[in-house]
């Protein structure tokens, strides 16, 4: 098994696929989970005038509770279990197409799953089609109509996505009318994001020079993808639709002025609906160049496509009205405390054995600002290890895609595992690029499984309810992984093998 930060191998013959039996029993199964999930929509989603504050115990004692946690359970079951049964990739690229659509057909009709972040986007977008700005005024103060169906914890709070978000937030207002309405507006911009990747995919797959069938099956099929994004009609979609399509259009056009800067919009508007796209432009950047990887060439090449993201800032913010606003609103998305974010599950760790001899370290917020300084220290080694490999590499353009889509993928796993929050709908990010690459990539698509069984059909997330447990056994965990890390290495260090060798 490839180590996650090595660099990719050579592409070889890709296997064999799935006999026809599994790959029928994996789809028909998968259908059946996303029908029982929609189900479990009905009985207990996260509907507007469901009741806020919910824990497993009130939902199971309510009347259709226990069907609810039934249907949600034996549904993610299924949906994870068929999509892992193929990991190794569908028997064809238009089979994979065929039976994630299939699957995300009963979810399209669900009412909204796992979250009621729409319901900010749709407040968000309220307060802005009606002349305030929600970058400096909450929903709740600006008089959105629908506050109520809004979680407590984002209703004084300004929005803390860009103003591309905002203004799609708006038009889905100005389209549905009512909340319902808005709503189903909010789905079909989701699903458009998602259509958008979809399109994309195929291109990048041949360029990088991985079969599509693995790639459309790890992106397209993913229960987060089906749970989270159609179902939960969360942005994360228009975000990956954007960044897919401005790499294609990179790695397709290296050295084209005119295509960088399209291409630069184009992550420049990704950036605009969630920050998190900025981490892969430097990686972008390196796809960009034609040629031999000099400095001179990366910086013609990635200039243009830096100026082209830099005018989709500029622009959007002026067009909005609202300005770079957006930025401070950023600051606000880690109010939320819970045990999935590494760096949070430490600072508990820390704050729990404080509490143990009377202090109060408050290191929950120290731990966090620790992480952020590791994050970008991380992209900088990641991006500089790449930019080693291309200029060193005399190999074709499928490793030098290779190259570059691996570093991307791994700097958004990174942000994912170092930011202060974490919520499922995040494990999407790198699992798009990681898709895209040759190495083994179980060592993400566990957690990425795993986390579709964090929160339930009303929104409750599981992990405000083992908040102590969870923080120890992931500080556990990752103690387990940097003692593994450090004597992997070790290991291999030519002191250790010469001892070996003495040995021997």
Known sequence: MTAPGAPPPPAGPPPPGPPPRMAAAARYAGLAGAVLLTVAGYLGGALPDAPLGATPTSIWRAPDGPATLTCWLIGTALLVGAW?????????????????????????????????????????????????????????????????????????????????????AALAVSVGGGLTGTVVALRVIA??????????????????????????????????????LVGGAHNDAVLLGLLLCGLLLVIRRPGRPAALLVAGALLGLAVTVKATAVVVTPFAALAAVQGRHTVRALLRDGGWLAGGLLAALLVTSALSGLGFGWVGGLTRSGDSEQWTSPPTAVGLVVDYAGA??????????????????????LVVVLWWRAWRDLRASGDPASVRV????????????????????????????????????ATRTTWFLLPAAAATFLALPDG???ARFTKAPGAVAMTALLLFLLLGIWHHRHQRSPAAQDRARTWL
């Open 402 to 437: 290779q190259v570059t889509l691996h570093g991307a993928g791994l700097a958004l796993a990174a942000t994912v595992a170092l930011s202060p929050v974490f919520h499922p709908w995040y494990a999407t990010w790198p699992l798009a690029l990681l898709a895209l690459t």
């Open 84 to 168: 892992w049964s193929l990991s190794a990739g569908a028997p064809s690229g238009r089979w994979a197409y065929v039976t994630a659509g299939l699957w995300v057909l009963p979810l399209l009709v669900a009412p909204p799953l796992g979250s009621r972040d729409v319901y900010s986007y749709a407040c968000q977008g309220w307060t802005y089609a009606h002349g305030v700005d929600p970058y400096a005024v909450p929903v709740a103060a600006a008089g959105c109509p629908w506050v109520d169906a809004v979680a407590p914890i984002w209703r004084d709070t300004p929005a803390p996505y860009g103003p591309v978000f905002v203004l799609l």
């Open 460 to 462: 409750t997330n599981l």
């Open 191 to 228: 699903v458009a994001g998602l259509l958008l990747a979809a399109f994309c995919l195929p291109g990048l797959a041949r360029a990088a020079g991985v079969p599509a069938r693995r790639a459309a099956w790890l992106a397209l099929a993913a229960p987060v993808i089906g749970v989270h």
């Open 356 to 377: 143990l001899v009377g202090r109060d370290p408050q290191a929950v917020p120290v731990v966090r600002a620790v992480a952020l300084l590791l994050l970008a220290v």
